[in-house]
């Protein structure tokens, strides 16, 4: 998968604004930097988590040949296993686009509050994540789990909070109310925002360096807290956004599985189409839309 990324100081030339944008992915922030190679460097840092879950990716970056970034480009791809980075050509003029107009969102200040459904999908040790806005904003993704998680309950968990994570770091600067139809993702996130560092069953907290991913997902939504609020929602009960959110995610799944039938090019599309037939602008905190759009685009 291609992707790219965009950085932009601001008039104090101290911080950048970055956004990294591509079929999968969608992540933005702000970093201390001290110029363009820098903030992108610090960008891919902030961003790997996300990366990582997509694997291999190839980050496209818009330098001059002549830059000193592309002396460091080895460094990078030790630092952060699985993402080379590579030049601009004039094929991916598209995902640059995308790019930019979500800096320029990034950018542009505070936003309205937005509902966003959240789901995961697991099964026979594979799992994808998937979440939808009420604007139409949506992301997806797959990942293998720790090979010594066997228990499928704490897989659906992960996948679970992964779509949580992910919906947060796509929508910065946003008041979010997050819906999940899991109690207990939904009671974990709860424990970790008191103070708590519990982990689905299976995971054991005295090994970090295992639980990278996991504990950049408690530490995120921790600082993240202000912003999010979580309700619970009934599954499967013709709830529009939720139903959006279980089809990204059983496309991300059965992707991973390569039992969709669908190529790596085709997927973003037939997401395009999930989110267009289940996005329902949903008033924060308001009661659930009980409406379910046609299924025809479901993942099924």
Same mark, same amino acid.
């Given at each position: 998968m291609r992707c790219f990324i965009v950085v932009k100081g601001r008039s104090d030339a101290e911080r950048w604004d970055w956004v990294l944008a591509g079929p999968e992915l969608r992540a933005a922030g702000s970093l201390g930097a001290r110029g363009t190679e820098d903030a992108i460097i610090a960008a891919l840092g902030a961003a790997y988590d996300s990366l990582q879950s997509l694997a291999p990716v190839q980050v496209v970056v818009a330098l001059p040949s002549n830059s000193r970034f592309w002396i460091l480009t080895d460094e990078i791809a030790s630092a952060y296993p699985g993402v080379a980075v590579v030049p601009f050509v004039d094929e991916d003029a598209d995902i640059r686009a995308e790019a930019v107009e979500a800096l320029a969102v990034h950018r542009a200040g505070p936003?309205?509050?937005? /509902? /966003? %459904? $959240? #789901?995961g999908s697991a099964h026979r040790g594979y799992i994808g994540w998937g979440w939808l806005a009420? #604007?139409?904003q949506h992301g997806f993704g797959r990942q293998m789990?720790?090979? @010594?998680? &066997? #228990?499928p309950q704490s897989l659906v968990v992960l996948a679970e909070l992964q779509a949580i994570a992910e919906a947060v770091r796509a929508l910065p600067r946003r008041t979010l109310t997050i819906r999940t139809d899991s109690r207990v993702a939904l009671a974990l996130i709860e424990s970790w925002l008191r103070g708590e560092e519990s982990m689905p069953k299976?995971? #054991? $907290? +005295?090994? &970090? +360096? *295992?639980? +990278?991913?996991? $504990? @950049?997902?408690?530490?995120?939504?921790? &600082? *993240?807290? *202000?912003r999010v609020s979580f309700e619970w929602v009934r599954g499967h009960v013709g709830e529009a956004l939720n139903e959006g959110a279980d089809s990204l995610a059983k496309l991300a799944r059965r992707f991973a599985e390569g039992t969709w039938g669908l190529t790596a090019e085709e997927i973003p %599309? @037939? +997401?395009r189409a999930i989110a267009e037939t289940f996005a329902v602008p949903v008033p924060s905190g308001s009661a659930s839309a009980g409406h379910m759009a046609s299924g025809s685009a479901s993942a099924g």
């Open positions: 936003l309205p509050p937005l /509902v /966003v %459904a $959240t #789901d009420g #604007d139409g789990p720790n090979a @010594r998680i &066997r #228990d299976g995971y #054991d $907290t +005295a090994h &970090r +360096a *295992e639980l +990278a991913g996991l $504990t @950049r997902m408690h530490d995120d939504l921790c &600082r *993240e807290s *202000e %599309a @037939r +997401a």
